[in-house]
């Protein structure tokens, strides 16, 4: 059974920084594309970024680029986001999600999500 754990959310400033990270277990790791997405109150979940299994390809949504950084530590089973220049409207739950199929930027496409771990940017 596959399981992913977030954690490293909080509340910080505007401009500061966080780095999330998504523990898995249950799974071949390396195999996945893993991917973060976020829900902000009364919003849908939106895609963030996502990083291949193997290769470590990695793909951003527009408004993260060059703020966001998706990593991954195949030999820890885990990713990461790192999070600089924090933005109020960055605030939201932010979930990874694993998919044995490849990297998406569709959440229909993921079937395996942690629980989330929240983001909250005071201005």
């Known amino acids: 059974q596959v399981q992913l754990v977030e954690s490293g959310g909080g509340l910080v400033q505007a401009g500061g920084s966080l780095r999330l990270s998504c523990a898995a277990s249950?799974?071949?790791?390396?195999?996945?594309?893993m991917a973060w997405f976020r829900q902000a109150p009364k919003k849908e979940r939106e895609f963030v970024a996502w990083?291949?299994?193997?290769?470590?390809?990695?793909y951003y949504a527009g408004p993260v680029k060059g703020r966001f950084t998706i990593s991954r530590d195949n030999a820890k089973n885990t990713v990461y986001l790192q999070i600089n220049s924090l933005k109020p409207e960055d605030t939201a739950v932010y979930y990874c999600?694993?998919?044995?199929?490849?990297?998406?930027?569709?959440?229909?496409?993921?079937?395996?999500w942690g629980q989330g771990t929240q983001v909250t940017v005071s201005s």
């Open positions: 999600a694993a998919n044995f199929r490849g990297a998406t930027t569709s959440v229909a496409t993921y079937n395996n």
């Open positions: 990083i291949t299994g193997p290769a470590g390809t990695t």
């Open positions: 249950g799974l071949t790791f390396s195999d996945y594309a």
